[in-house]
C-alpha cells in the first residue's frame, strides 16, 4: 500500500525509479515487470531508464575497452593498455576499483534513500488508521 502511495505521486515516482534503476541488485527485465504494476506516467518510465542509461553506460564502456584490451595482440606500444607494464597494471587496477566503488556507493544511497521514503509512508499510512486499522479520519 505504501508503495502504490508513494507511485501514485509523479514526483516521487520518477526519482524512486531512478534510484531502482541505478540499483545492481535488481535485473532490469524484473525491475520493468514490477513498474508495470504500479501507477506510472509513460514518460516517467522511459526518462527513469535514460537517466540510469547514461550512469551505466561509462562503466560498460570502460569493461569493454578492459577487455578488448587484453584480448589484443596488434603489439602496439600503449604504455596504459599494456599490462604486463606497471603503468598498464595500475591503470587497469584503478579502472576497476573505480567501477566498483561507485557501484557500491550508488547501491547504498539508494538503499538509505528508498528506506527512508517508504518509512515516511508507512509513517502517514499509521496516522491515518487506529490499533484496529479503522480510518480515525471518517469518524
Given amino acids: 500500500m505504501a508503495l502504490q502511495a508513494v507511485f ?4 516521487q515516482s520518477l526519482k524512486i ?16 515487470y514490477t513498474l508495470g504494476t504500479f ?15 547514461l550512469f551505466y553506460a561509462p562503466p560498460t564502456a570502460y569493461v569493454g575497452t578492459l577487455f ?20 598498464g597494471l595500475s591503470m587497469m587496477i584503478l579502472g576497476v576499483l573505480a567501477t566498483v566503488g561507485v557501484t557500491v556507493a550508488i ?4 538503499k538509505r534513500k528508498l528506506r527512508g521514503i517508504i518509512d515516511i509512508e508507512e509513517h502517514k499510512a499509521k496516522e491515518g488508521k487506529g490499533e484496529e486499522g479503522v480510518e480515525l479520519n471518517a469518524i
Avoid: C, H, Q
Avoid at 8 to 11: E, G, I, L, R, V
Fill in 107 to 110: 547501491t547504498v544511497f539508494t
Fill in 68 to 87: 578488448s584490451a587484453l584480448t589484443d595482440v596488434s603489439g602496439e606500444d600503449n604504455p596504459t593498455s599494456d599490462f604486463t607494464s606497471p603503468l
Fill in 17 to 32: 525509479m531512478i534510484m531502482l534503476r541505478l540499483s545492481p541488485i535488481l535485473p532490469s527485465a524484473i525491475l520493468n
Fill in 39 to 53: 501507477p506510472i506516467r509513460t514518460r516517467d518510465f522511459y526518462a527513469s531508464y535514460m537517466v540510469s542509461a
Fill in 8 to 11: 501514485s505521486d509523479p514526483k
